[in-house]
């Protein structure tokens, strides 16, 4: 029986449900959403669907399948949250940046950058996802780097700035992890028209391809595809 998986990407600013890649729905999320809203939010706005198992992409680090640290942009509660037991279903949890680079991935090394209410980030190569932590580097003036280049960084540096910072940023990282290519997504990537050397665009749905390869990763599968770190 071919699986029904629902995707579920969760930002600092909405909650994305895919059933597909053109299929979506959405609700705001911020600093005040808990894991109980989420849960009832979810299952009000999917309603109509069918799915048996779900994947999640968090924005915070994610370890064996539970959220390991409290996100920066969301409400308390989140640490250790059962997802399965609370939807009755299996599910997934990964990084969120983890989420669309194994989606956007298409081989050699890959770097993924995501541009929004901070910066997510992950790395993919050789069937293996890594997810990073790349939004707290230490940077300029005091600041971590996700203030210059998410959307604190917009607001203080002007598009034009920010831009200027963004490419030379994607270019240092991109030779730091020694990346054939870097894909950027995010909500920040529509205003650029024309993107850094060696960079790709990243695509919303995305998402949805990715949700679905995370199914590829559980063990009891008998073709290993994917291995997340």
């Known amino acids: 029986m071919k699986r029904k998986v629902l995707v579920v990407d969760v930002g600092g ?3 994305k449900l895919l059933r597909s890649s053109r299929d979506e ?8 959403l808990k894991p109980q809203q989420l849960i009832a939010k979810l299952k009000e706005t999917a309603q109509g669907w069918k799915f048996d198992r779900a994947s999640i992409g968090f924005p915070a680090p994610v370890r064996k399948g539970r959220i390991a640290k409290a996100p920066k942009h969301l409400g308390k509660g989140w640490i250790g949250f ?11 949890v990964v990084n969120d940046a983890a989420l669309q680079a194994l989606g956007s991935y298409h081989g050699g090394r890959m770097l993924f950058l995501g541009l929004g209410t901070g910066l997510g980030s992950a790395l993919v190569w050789d069937k293996t996802l890594m ?3 790349l939004g707290d580097l230490p940077y300029r003036r005091g600041h971590i780097i996700e203030n ?10 002007g598009e034009k700035k920010w831009k200027r910072e963004v ?3 994607v270019t240092q990282l991109r030779k730091s992890f020694i990346a ?3 894909v950027l997504g995010g909500g920040l990537v529509h205003r650029f028209g024309r993107l850094p050397e060696g960079t790709e665009r990243g695509q919303n749905e995305n998402a949805f391809l990715g949700g679905i390869r995370l199914w590829e990763t559980r063990k009891h599968s008998r073709d290993l595809r994917w291995l997340v770190l």
């Open 180 to 182: 054939d290519y870097v």
């Open 131 to 133: 997810p990073l932590e």
């Open 13 to 15: 600013t909405y909650v």
């Open 167 to 169: 490419a030379y940023a």
């Open 25 to 32: 729905r959405e609700f705001p999320s911020g600093p005040r």
């Open 82 to 92: 059962n997802f399965a037991r609370a939807l009755g279903i299996p599910v997934c």
């Open 148 to 157: 210059y280049l998410g959307l604190p960084g917009l607001g203080l540096l």
